[in-house]
T-cell receptor, first 111, second 114 residues
Framework: QKEVEQNSGPLSVPEGAIASLNCTYSDRGSQSFFWYRQYSGKSPELIMFIYSNGDKEDGRFTAQLNKASQYVSLLIRDSQPSDSATYLCAVIRDGYNKLIFGAGTRLAVHP | DTAVSQTPKYLVTQMGNDKSIKCEQNLGHDTMYWYKQDSKKFLKIMFSYNNKELIINETVPNRFSPKSPDKAHLNLHINSLELGDSAVYFC?????????????FGEGSWLTVV
């Protein structure tokens, strides 16, 4: 079992819709959770981090964390074609400072 | 100003050669990393240094040797390159604890072994 699992996609949504990206993790000791966006040929860039159960909103993005279910998600409201990228979920376990990534979900937002 | 810079950006070399990738960060961070992203886009940590001290060393062939002359620099030397080493190598940096902080990635070094 991979430590961080994501559906590889592609997830295709129409412009203006809500894109929902999901991630599960296997280690209950995981404490911090991150969403990175990576455009093709570019480096990953942080969108959001979350470490408490519940929702965290930043503009069009909402991260949701459910530690009991070992599940973290990212919602993108009013999706734009410029949101088309690969979204990487990452976790940090307690006591470590290494980021463990999932394989990423490719999102395609079509006009 | 580029926060995390790595050179070269592109590198094409033959099997068996030895090559180095250099990385520098001007963010004042204590911790630096090397990540490898393979052809399937899976991003995996290789090494991490904190104030020049190796703190994370994943299962990486010993042909890969990181060196940190100071906390602002982390270089990666690869001996006897193999076809499977072809990947994008990302340098990154952060503060000591990443609980809520950001790991900043460099632009990546595309290594192709032929």
């Amino acid at each position: 079992q991979k430590e961080v699992e994501q559906n590889s996609g592609p997830l295709s949504v129409p412009e203006g819709a809500i894109a929902s990206l999901n991630c599960t993790y296997s280690d209950r000791g995981s404490q911090s959770f991150f969403w990175y966006r990576q455009y093709s040929g570019k480096s990953p860039e942080l969108i959001m981090f979350i470490y408490s159960n519940g929702d965290k909103e930043d503009g069009r993005f909402t991260a949701q964390l459910n530690k009991a279910s070992q599940y973290v998600s990212l919602l993108i409201r009013d999706s734009q074609p410029s949101d088309s990228a690969t979204y990487l979920c990452a976790v940090i376990r307690d006591g470590y400072n290494k980021l463990i990534f999932g394989a990423g979900t490719r999102l395609a937002v079509h006009p | 100003d580029t926060a995390v810079s790595q050179t070269p950006k592109y590198l094409v070399t033959q099997m068996g050669n030895d090559k180095s990738i250099k990385c520098e960060q001007n963010l004042g961070h204590d911790t630096m990393y090397w990540y490898k992203q393979d052809s399937k886009k899976f991003l995996k940590i290789m090494f991490s240094y904190n104030n020049k001290e190796l703190i994370i060393n994943e299962t990486v062939p010993n042909r890969f040797s990181p060196k940190s002359p100071d906390k602002a620099h982390l270089n990666l030397h690869i001996n006897s390159l193999e076809l499977g080493d072809s990947a994008v190598y990302f340098c990154a940096s952060s503060q000591v604890r990443v609980w809520g902080n950001t790991i900043y990635f460099g632009e990546g070094s595309w290594l192709t072994v032929v």
